[in-house]
């Protein structure tokens, strides 16, 4: 059992560093379904419950690095969110992704009232800080999991649904490519101007192609980590009723980081490079508290997963009729949201390769709107207990 705070950090990132290591050298084809994100959840999640550490030992180790890592690691991840760059979108792809985001919101307020008997009338939270990862990604998820105190049995839940339905998404979202025609046949799509977009997309995806250099890295590092140590101290100072720290400095950070992405700091090289060491080493740190203990409440918290994309898949249909939406834009959307910018591109090039570029900038709308909608969210299904 690790009983050292050091050595309890090393392996978190230890670890993480050797599965992404794995996929590089190796190539497995798991990887496609399961990537090492989803892997440092899962094997996280195991080795807490298999006490591989001391939880008590290692908590002020957890407690210094969490919160402070987090905050840096929005404000990094919303670098790339420069609404000048999401114009390349159009209004169309843009209402596609929103419509995706609002019909999983709708999903979680229905699916809280539904099921809050059997997860508990404080389950909100757990769900809000899901519904922000189903919106854009993990990162989100992160955030608003410390803006609200998510209990670590209802994070841990939240974690295995999470983990669950990305895998089995990314599969049916696949397997589903070969009856495209199909579904655009019954909504009558329009798909004249997608390769118009798909250039302007890719084209703005290339102008982002620098090479990663020290400077930019060690800038990133300092800049991010004194944007967290401020926004932390602000966000106690301007606490207020229902806005606590936690929320109060994720809006502090998520303000910040759209601004400075207009800025020239945005076009930094080695953005999204930080912002996953970030994201990884997060993820590890949240996974690390939540056993698979939980798994007894489980089943109902799938069941509210399932529940949720059964509604999510309902409302783009009806919206692809009522607009006339592709399944290529509706699938990259869908995936936008459920696994952020990392995921849609794989949906988005299976279709065609000139399509990356949109899944790109759909999953970077996705980190800039998510920690919002998600908290939004929560304030919504807290007037319902």
Request: proline letters at 2%; aromatic letters at 10%.
């Given at each position: 059992?690790?009983?050292?705070?050091?050595?309890?950090?090393?392996?978190?990132?230890?670890?993480?560093?050797?599965?992404?290591?794995?996929?590089?050298?190796?190539?497995?084809?798991?990887?496609?379904?399961?990537?090492?994100?989803?892997?440092?959840?899962?094997?996280?999640?195991?080795?807490?419950?298999?006490?591989?550490?001391?939880?008590?030992?290692?908590?002020?180790?957890?407690?210094?690095?969490k919160n402070n890592l987090l905050y840096a690691m929005i404000f990094?991840?919303?670098?790339?969110?420069?609404?000048?760059?999401?114009?390349?979108?159009?209004?169309?792809?843009?209402?596609?992704?929103?419509?995706?985001?609002?019909?999983?919101?709708?999903?979680?307020?229905?699916?809280?009232?539904?099921?809050?008997?059997?997860?508990?009338?404080?389950?909100?939270?757990?769900?809000?800080?899901?519904?922000?990862?189903?919106?854009?990604?993990?990162?989100?998820?992160?955030?608003?999991?410390?803006?609200?105190?998510?209990?670590?049995?209802?994070?841990?839940?939240?974690?295995?649904?999470?983990?669950?339905?990305?895998?089995?998404?990314?599969?049916?979202?696949?397997?589903?490519?070969?009856?495209?025609?199909?579904?655009?046949?019954?909504?009558?799509?329009?798909?004249?101007?997608?390769?118009?977009?798909?250039?302007?997309?890719?084209?703005?995806?290339?102008?982002?192609?620098?090479?990663?250099?020290?400077?930019?890295?060690?800038?990133?590092?300092?800049?991010?980590?004194?944007?967290?140590?401020?926004?932390?101290?602000?966000?106690?100072?301007?606490?207020?009723?229902?806005?606590?720290?936690?929320?109060?400095?994720?809006?502090?950070?998520?303000?910040?980081?759209?601004?400075?992405?207009?800025?020239?700091?945005?076009?930094?090289?080695?953005?999204?490079?930080?912002?996953?060491?970030?994201?990884?080493?997060?993820?590890?740190?949240?996974?690390?508290?939540?056993?698979?203990?939980?798994?007894?409440?489980?089943?109902?918290?799938?069941?509210?997963?399932?529940?949720?994309?059964?509604?999510?898949?309902?409302?783009?249909?009806?919206?692809?009729?009522?607009?006339?939406?592709?399944?290529?834009?509706?699938?990259?959307?869908?995936?936008?949201?459920?696994?952020?910018?990392?995921?849609?591109?794989?949906?988005?090039?299976?279709?065609?390769?000139?399509?990356?570029?949109?899944?790109?900038?759909?999953?970077?709308?996705?980190?800039?709107?998510?920690?919002?909608?998600?908290?939004?969210?929560?304030?919504?299904?807290?007037?319902?207990?």
């Amino acid at each position: 059992m690790i009983n050292n705070g050091f050595t309890y950090i090393a392996f978190l990132i230890f670890f993480a560093a050797m599965l992404v290591a794995v996929k590089k050298a190796t190539n497995w084809k798991i990887f496609n379904f399961v990537p090492p994100i989803v892997m440092v959840y899962l094997f996280n999640m195991i080795f807490c419950t298999i006490n591989l550490w001391d939880m008590e030992a290692t908590s002020v180790a957890y407690s210094a690095t969490k919160n402070n890592l987090l905050y840096a690691m929005i404000f990094v991840m919303l670098l790339r969110c420069d609404f000048r760059k999401l114009a390349k979108l159009g209004g169309r792809m843009t209402a596609i992704f929103m419509g995706g985001a609002i019909s999983i919101a709708v999903g979680f307020v229905i699916a809280f009232l539904l099921f809050k008997g059997s997860l508990g009338v404080e389950s909100w939270r757990g769900m809000a800080a899901l519904a922000a990862s189903w919106i854009g990604g993990s990162g989100n998820m992160a955030a608003v999991q410390d803006a609200l105190a998510v209990p670590e049995a209802d994070f841990g839940a939240a974690l295995i649904v999470d983990t669950i339905f990305y895998s089995v998404w990314i599969a049916l979202l696949l397997v589903v490519i070969p009856f495209a025609s199909k579904w655009n046949k019954a909504v009558k799509a329009d798909t004249s101007k997608l390769d118009s977009i798909a250039s302007a997309a890719n084209a703005e995806i290339e102008k982002e192609s620098n090479s990663v250099d020290f400077t930019s890295l060690l800038t990133l590092l300092g800049l991010s980590l004194i944007v967290s140590a401020i926004t932390q101290n602000l966000g106690g100072v301007l606490a207020y009723g229902m806005l606590d720290k936690g929320t109060v400095t994720v809006l502090l950070v998520t303000v910040i980081g759209l601004a400075a992405a207009m800025s020239p700091i945005g076009k930094m090289s080695g953005v999204t490079e930080m912002s996953n060491i970030y994201l990884y080493v997060v993820i590890a740190l949240l996974a690390s508290r939540a056993g698979l203990n939980e798994l007894l409440d489980a089943p109902m918290w799938l069941a509210a997963g399932l529940f949720v994309l059964i509604i999510h898949v309902i409302v783009m249909f009806l919206l692809s009729k009522l607009f006339h939406w592709d399944l290529c834009m509706v699938s990259t959307a869908s995936l936008a949201n459920l696994g952020g910018s990392a995921s849609a591109p794989i949906v988005a090039s299976a279709y065609n390769p000139s399509y990356t570029g949109i899944g790109v900038l759909m999953g970077v709308l996705g980190a800039a709107v998510g920690n919002i909608m998600g908290l939004g969210i929560a304030r919504i299904m807290q007037l319902f207990i």
